[in-house]
């Protein structure tokens, strides 16, 4: 069974159809990559699945489960993460406090117990510290634990919202332009990230990208999407090689 | 050798850097014992010291009162606060300090709750033996420990929250009446409920209880504010908090059965000095615990980013649902302790002038911080106390003095930071 399964998802903003019967299955443990041009309706795709908008028409089913009409934090609980593209942080937290906030919906104390201090509430709270520095470790952002995002460098942000992103225990992990910014050394280690995050949390990625060589160095299966309509699908290669994203996409940008 | 010259600043800078380095080996203990030895000093001493330094009498509250009246005893009174505060505070916690610390390290290895009863109970005392001198400090301490908890349940809306509430004097006052209906009712034989239904020495036994269907009622009355504000985003709540406020006054106004516009009276004693204490540190306790817990994070979470929140699985409106009546609740346990203290209150204390006095409070003392809304209720609280000589003109300098606040620190004195309990007790050695 499909991971993910979107089926004929059409999304209106007014008069403008913003995305228009796109089609998605993405198995457990793929890398599917999401290409177009500006205003294509890629950030709006991700927008429809977790919630924030209602897609005019179509379906979104997680394992099987229905996820139109939920609210956003329902769907991010039943295990969808993401990235913003231009970065949703809380300005007056730390870092160690993002990635907690995001074991919200796993705290098993109540209100009762927030209030009182109780055993199970520091235990709760213990608990999760550990596993944010895990998370922060693993995006090689511990060093900032105690720091505001502002602080940090703008790489150091990005890997702190995947950290975050990483914390509600996805199934299916959205990246949202992930290297947008960031310079060429940047974005190798930032290859090298997902990987590693692929690989050891078993975790689903769709991903959105300008830039070519690190969708066609991470994805098995590659999207390309123009005014809201998927023009091309298919493997790096095929995608590198068919007339029509050339001439939509690829022909107008730096290959590179 | 240097040869710097010895000027003003300098000397001002050394004796603050001196001051600083002394300080910083005292423990919270030792400043307590401290304290107690003043009271002490001024209970005992006080009429003497007042009497060879020329004033009238004790002063009642630091000599602000006197200084303002009759400037020419300005010199006595900043003696008198020298020779019965200052100083005796000094010595005392330079004294203690080595016993004080080593005490502070011993509480330290054990349970927290047994270290903060230690400290609280110290507090208690000085805050008894101060007041035992006069009943105007005890009202000023009274009120002053329910504007703290305004302040701070406010500030868990408008600060934490980033919300703009205005119906906090209405929550007050669905609490204070609350709770006076249900003590009158039940323990005083008074004009609007006729005879007390139960023996009379049950009841300060059965205040905290009235004093939480008090909370209760005014976090009802919060939901019907939160139902219809948090639904959509966007900023209603400022506008419908706001009716509410006024809605709530003139429906007490048109109530026959609790007074009307002429309001209550005779309330039973319960709000006595012990009570408003443990209930204002209880409020403290619960609220501080609230926000540094991850569940009361996400307050700040929904504030700075809204969206964000909501896809790292934050349930953004119940959070804030939950929160306005939580702070809903502890306003109206604040009123209650308030009707109780005055002994009486009608529809009018609960108008927009009070809610004018818990922002200054608030924006004051400082957002998103718990030490802040205690210093900013404290302060701004006694200023108005003692500015009270010059009448209208208070109403000029506490003003002025918030927008010199706001200039220079927009968000408050002591805003965004965490208060941290074990940090505050710890041993300085
Ligand atoms: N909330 C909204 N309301 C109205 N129109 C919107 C909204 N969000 C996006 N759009 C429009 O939908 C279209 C697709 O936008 P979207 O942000 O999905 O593009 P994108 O592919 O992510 O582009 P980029 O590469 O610039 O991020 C654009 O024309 C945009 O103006
Ligand atoms: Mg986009």
Known sequence: MALLRIDKMTHYFGGLRAVSDYNLV????????????????????????????????GNVELEGHNLIGHHPHEIAGKGLGRTFQNLLLWRHMDVLEHVKMACYSQLEYGLLGAFFGTGRCHREEKRITAKAMHLLETFNVAEYSDQLVSSLPYGAQRRVEMARAMAINPKVLLLDEPTAGMTPDELNRMISIIR???????????????????????????????????????????????PEVIEAYLGKEDVT | METKQETPQRAYKNLLARYKAFSNRIPLLGWLCGGIGAVLIEYFLGDLVSYYLGLPKVPVLFGCLIMLKKPILIPGAVGYLLLVYGLPVFFIARALATPANKLAAFLAKGPITIAALVHLGLLYAILHIWTDMSDYRVLVLKLTMIAVMLTLSLNVINGYMGEFSCSHPGFMAI????????????????????????????????????????????????????????????????????????????????????????????????????????????????????????LGKALCAVRDNELAAESMTVNTRKTKMVTFMFGAFWAGVAGGLFAHVLRYVNPGSFGIQRLAEILAMLYFGGLNSVTGSIVGAVSINLLSEALRPLEIFKWIIIPLLL??????????????????????MRSKE
């Open chain 1, 196 to 242: 590693q995050v692929h690989k050891d949390f078993e975790v689903a990625i769709l991903l959105i990208e300008h830039r070519l060589k690190f969708v066609m160095e991470l994805c098995e299966k590659i999207q390309t999407l123009v005014f809201g309509e998927v023009i091309a699908e298919g493997t790096p290669e095929e995608i590198q090689s068919n």
């Open chain 2, 175 to 294: 609490g204070a009446y609350t709770t006076s209906t249900i003590t009158l009712w039940l323990f005083a034989n008074d004009k609007l409920f006729g005879e007390a239904l139960l023996p009379a020495a049950i009841g300060p036994f059965f205040f905290p209880l009235a004093l939480i269907a008090g909370g209760l009622v005014a976090a009802l009355g919060a939901l019907v504010i939160a139902i219809p504000s948090f639904r959509t985003r966007g900023d209603y709540l400022a506008i419908i908090s706001l009716a509410f406020l006024f809605i709530v006054k003139s429906i007490i106004e048109n109530l026959e059965f609790v007074g009307g516009p002429r309001g209550m009276s005779s309330q039973p004693n319960y709000s006595n000095l012990p009570m408003v204490f443990i209930v204002m540190v209880l409020c403290i306790w619960i609220i501080n615990n609230f926000v540094r817990s991850t």
């Open chain 2, 403 to 424: 927008i010199l606040v706001m200039l220079y620190r927009p968000t408050g004195l002591i805003a965004f930071t965490e208060f941290k309990p074990k940090e505050l």
């Open chain 1, 26 to 57: 993405l198995e457990p443990g793929h890398i599917v990559g999401l290409i177009g041009p500006n205003g294509a309706g890629k950030t709006t795709i991700f927008n429809l699945i977790t919630g924030i908008h209602t897609p005019t028409e």
